[in-house]
């Protein structure tokens, strides 16, 4: 095997003859003892994968010690990625140049959810504040909604800008059914994805079709929406819709179903890559599933990470969108993968 075949291969012979084994139980992962390439808890499930699984690189843990690590965004300008450790009430930053972690907003309002906008402003959903604020450059904050009809919303989780000028953002609540990530009272609102037209200030219901909206992402070109749905029974499906010219979804489809290796647990965030394939947090069912499931365009599961941890959440970062960070439970990982992300953040 020459050094390109090691590089960009990874033996996927191997790799497919021990799907949805891999060691993530019980590796070392405080950094001190190296891995063996190729890592074995990237599982090449399709050949497909084998492009994207570099043979020289290793899920590294960035940080540990959260309570509940949530909604990953990579800073392009500043090179740091914010993340919610949401039970905690703080936002946490990891900077690239030294790895150091820092406080970033401490209370944090129990927000969860995190984006940056085309001008590199953060965006951040609140479980507290039951609202989506914009932090503009002068430090200033900005209440972009905090109601619909009126009526407070449940709890925003998770969001996405888009080119045209608008946000879409899940609302499924959880932040207001237990004071561990935000204050128990009542959902006055059926759970939903809102479009928020953010030049008018129009704001309007997407879908309210789904149980528990979650996480959310779209294809490279925008045309497809993607949305976990984390209500009912395990295995939870991922679905996808079509979006029209003027930002209507329609041709509401199961885009996958979150059954793997015998388990039935569920994903909670989604990002997509240039190539328009979806990769998904996973968990909540135990080793041999939580981690990261990632989907070709046409919904078959063609790779996985393997994590230690439930994986809450995930987005690519690094200077080239080529990193892929991953939120999960008490822990941020990161691994290098042979792609990138196809959006900001």
Same mark, same amino acid.
């Given at each position: 095997?020459?050094?390109?075949? @090691?590089?960009?291969?990874?033996m996927?012979?191997?790799? $497919?003859?021990?799907?949805?084994?891999?060691?993530?139980?019980?590796r070392?992962?405080?950094?001190?003892?190296?891995?063996?390439?190729?890592?074995?808890?990237?599982?090449?499930?399709?050949?497909r994968?084998?492009?994207?699984?570099?043979?020289?690189?290793?899920?590294e843990?960035?940080?540990?010690?959260? &309570?509940?690590?949530?909604?990953?965004?990579?800073n %392009?300008?500043?090179?740091?990625?914010v993340?919610?450790?949401?039970?905690?009430?703080?936002?946490?930053?990891?900077l690239?140049?030294? %790895? /150091? *972690?820092?406080?970033?907003?401490?209370?944090?309002?129990y927000?969860? +959810?995190?984006?940056?906008? @085309?001008?590199?402003r953060? !965006?951040?959903?609140?479980?507290?504040?039951?609202?989506?604020?914009? @932090?503009?450059?002068?430090?200033?904050?900005?209440?972009l909604?905090?109601r @619909?009809?009126?009526?407070?919303f449940?709890a925003?989780?998770? %969001?996405? *800008?888009?080119?045209d000028?608008?946000?879409w953002?899940?609302?499924? +609540?959880?932040?207001s059914?237990?004071d561990?990530?935000?204050?128990?009272?009542?959902l006055?609102l059926?759970?939903?994805?809102? /479009?928020?037209d953010?030049?008018?200030?129009?704001?309007r219901?997407?879908?309210?079709? $789904?149980?528990?909206?979650?996480?959310?992402?779209?294809?490279p070109d925008?045309?497809?929406?993607?949305?976990v749905d984390?209500g009912?029974?395990?295995?939870k499906?991922i679905?996808?819709?079509? *979006?029209?010219?003027?930002? &209507?979804?329609? &041709?509401?489809?199961?885009f996958?179903?979150?059954?793997?290796?015998?388990?039935? +647990?569920?994903?909670?965030?989604?990002?997509?890559d240039?190539?328009?394939?979806?990769?998904?947090?996973?968990?909540?069912?135990?080793?041999?599933?939580?981690?990261?499931h990632?989907?070709?365009?046409?919904?078959?599961?063609i790779g996985?990470?393997?994590?230690?941890? !439930?994986?809450?959440n995930?987005t690519?970062?690094?200077? /080239? /969108?080529?990193r892929?960070?991953?939120?999960?439970?008490?822990?941020?990982?990161?691994?290098?993968?042979?792609?990138?992300?196809?959006?900001?953040?």
């Open positions: 095997m020459d050094r390109r075949t @090691f590089i960009a291969g990874t996927a012979a191997g790799s $497919l003859a021990m799907a949805g084994q891999g060691a993530a139980a019980t070392d992962w405080s950094g001190l003892s190296p891995i063996r390439y190729p890592d074995p808890d990237v599982l090449v499930l399709d050949p994968f084998n492009k994207y699984k570099l043979g020289n690189a290793a899920i843990r960035v940080h540990t010690g959260n &309570r509940w690590a949530e909604g990953p965004a990579w %392009g300008a500043g090179q740091f990625l993340w919610s450790d949401v039970a905690d009430n703080v936002q946490r930053r990891w690239a140049d030294d %790895g /150091r *972690v820092t406080t970033f907003r401490n209370p944090s309002n927000t969860n +959810g995190n984006t940056f906008d @085309f001008e590199g953060q !965006i951040t959903f609140e479980h507290g504040g039951r609202r989506v604020i914009r @932090f503009e450059h002068s430090g200033a904050v900005t209440v909604a905090d @619909f009809n009126g009526k407070p449940n925003p989780n998770d %969001g996405v *800008v888009t080119p000028g608008a946000l953002f899940t609302d499924p +609540g959880y932040g059914m237990v561990y990530e935000g204050y128990t009272r009542p006055e059926k759970e939903a994805v809102y /479009r928020l953010l030049a008018t200030g129009q704001l219901v997407a879908t309210d079709a $789904l149980l528990k909206p979650n996480g959310l992402c779209f294809s925008y045309r497809t929406l993607y949305v984390t009912g029974d395990a295995p499906p679905y996808a819709f079509d *979006v029209g010219s003027d930002g &209507r979804l329609s &041709r509401q489809r199961v996958a179903s979150m059954a793997y290796n015998g388990l039935g +647990g569920g994903s909670d965030g989604v990002r997509a240039v190539d328009g394939n979806i990769w998904a947090a996973a968990g909540w069912a135990g080793e041999g599933f939580d981690g990261v990632v989907f070709a365009p046409d919904g078959t599961r996985a990470i393997m994590l230690p941890e !439930i994986c809450s995930l690519f970062g690094g200077p /080239r /969108r080529n892929l960070f991953m939120t999960a439970s008490q822990s941020v990982y990161a691994l290098y993968v042979e792609t990138r992300g196809a959006h900001i953040c």
